[in-house]
């Protein structure tokens, strides 16, 4: 077993020990700062397509977002507290690790855990960075129109990804924690003002019409609310900043609240006041005017913070690959100067991100929020060795397997019902660079 997680060991600097609980009450997050960075990696661009999602699934979406985060609260709890168990068991693990999840999928079911841990987290992650930088675009693009109407798209994201650049070469959470603070408080003032704004057209909007939910549009909405509750990928990197990782929980239940109490007026003010004419991003549809104005600029600053956070433990897996210094250094910046193009490619060749929103709620992140957590816990709890048994009652092992089966199910019919948008017919959206390559030889 030493061989297996000698591999997920951080390098310290020379002298600090892994023991070292001064260095880690220094360092450390506290449940409050860590529940900061939950929320400032959850909360952003799912809200901005909760109130389609809700229309798509039905006024059943707006129960689906309730399980959906309770559910969430609870694996999140559960996958926190598998990671505690490993640290307990082995002491190879109790310093600061680099990529935790991976290590909690190996240890339990070996390699192919591992592995289905690895991609599932690495997808995620950079699905949700393109997400991030084709919304951030998109606002820049509506906020600066007046100013520079000639820049397209398409080189909007090449300005975004330019200044966020820079800030993508910052090293771990507790490194850059002011970002998470800017994201929560951003997203969570964007939500106040952004339901007020819609409260306000309610008396301009003519009669509100529904349509009745389909399967694909049912299930695609289910993708797009696991992907606005999906912060699993990064919770682990997160807790293990903490100065006491048994806190975890804590900061799970805190920041899940925090973020249902933004969802929740968006969510059922666009459904309501909207109707079938809600867009796919809920700024498109809302009345222009100061507040959107406003709106813009808050969600475009969480989008900013919240692409480095999204970013950051896909950064560090593929820096534990290549064998990268963990200082800051030029083999880091160079390093994740290639990781923000190949995300500012996916950007350019899919700048849509409803469906790719979709797709990887309803796909990896399934994965890591309903399936693996339950199944890593249960695991460990079965495995063997100098350590106290544990023993989990029979409706807590009934739960945790429902979950499994849930996620399981839903997965499987959400990842289908995006690719059939992603294949329906006027769904496709032509690459920038082959417009670009148009333009040029025109």
């Known amino acids: 077993m030493k061989d297996i997680t000698s591999r997920y060991l951080l390098s310290l600097p020379e002298g600090m020990d892994t023991d070292d609980e001064k260095a880690k009450e220094v360092k450390g997050l506290t449940v409050v700062t860590a529940a900061v960075f939950i929320v400032g990696e959850i909360a952003g661009s799912g809200v901005l397509a909760l109130p389609s999602a809700v229309e798509g699934a039905g006024w059943i979406g707006i129960v689906m977002l309730f399980l959906c985060c309770f559910i969430s609260t609870y694996t999140g709890d559960v996958l926190g507290t598998a990671w505690c168990i490993i640290q307990e068991r082995y002491e190879q693990y109790r310093g600061h690790i680099r990529y935790p999840y991976p290590a909690i999928g190996e240890i339990t079911y070996g390699k192919p855990g591992r592995y289905l841990v690895s991609f599932s987290i690495n997808f995620t992650m950079y699905g949700g960075a393109v997400v991030y930088l084709i919304l951030a675009s998109e606002n820049l693009q509506s906020l600066l129109s007046d100013v520079k109407e000639d820049i397209s798209f398409c ?129 498109q549809t809302v009345s222009p005017g100061p507040m959107l104005v406003t709106v813009q600029i808050l969600v475009t600053l969480h989008l900013f913070c919240g692409f480095i956070i999204i970013i950051n433990p896909f950064s560090q897996e593929v820096e534990e690959i290549f064998k990268i210094p963990h200082h800051f250094g030029w083999k880091r910046c160079l390093l994740r100067t290639a990781i923000v193009a190949l995300v500012l490619f996916g950007a350019e060749t899919v700048p849509k991100f409803g469906a790719i929103l979709a797709l990887v709620g309803g796909s990896t992140i399934s994965i890591l929020a309903f399936i693996c957590p339950p199944l890593f816990y249960l695991k460990l709890a079965k495995m063997e060795g100098d350590w106290e048994k544990i023993d989990v009652p029979l409706h807590k092992r009934v739960a945790l397997y429902e979950i499994v089966l849930v996620g399981l199910v839903a997965g499987v019919a959400s990842t289908y019902s995006a690719f059939a948008g992603l294949l329906s017919p006027g769904a496709f959206t032509v690459p920038c660079y082959v417009n670009l390559t148009a333009a040029s030889g025109s």
């Open 155 to 283: 080189f909007w994201l090449l300005i975004v990804a330019g200044i966020l650049l820079p800030l993508a070469w910052l090293g771990t959470p507790k490194d850059f924690w002011p970002i998470a603070v800017g994201a929560a408080l951003a997203t969570g003032t964007a939500c106040i003002i952004l339901t007020t704004n819609m409260v306000v057209d309610k008396k301009n909007v003519p009669e509100v019409v529904h349509d009745a939910p389909g399967f694909v549009s049912f299930f695609t909405a289910f993708g797009t609310i696991c992907f606005a509750f999906g912060g699993h990928p990064a919770f682990p990197t997160f807790q293990t900043d903490m100065k006491d990782h048994k806190q975890f929980g804590k900061a799970v239940f805190l920041a899940y609240m925090i973020v249902l109490a933004m969802y929740i007026p968006v969510s059922v003010a666009g459904y309501y006041v909207y109707g079938r004419d809600t867009q796919a991003n809920i700024l």
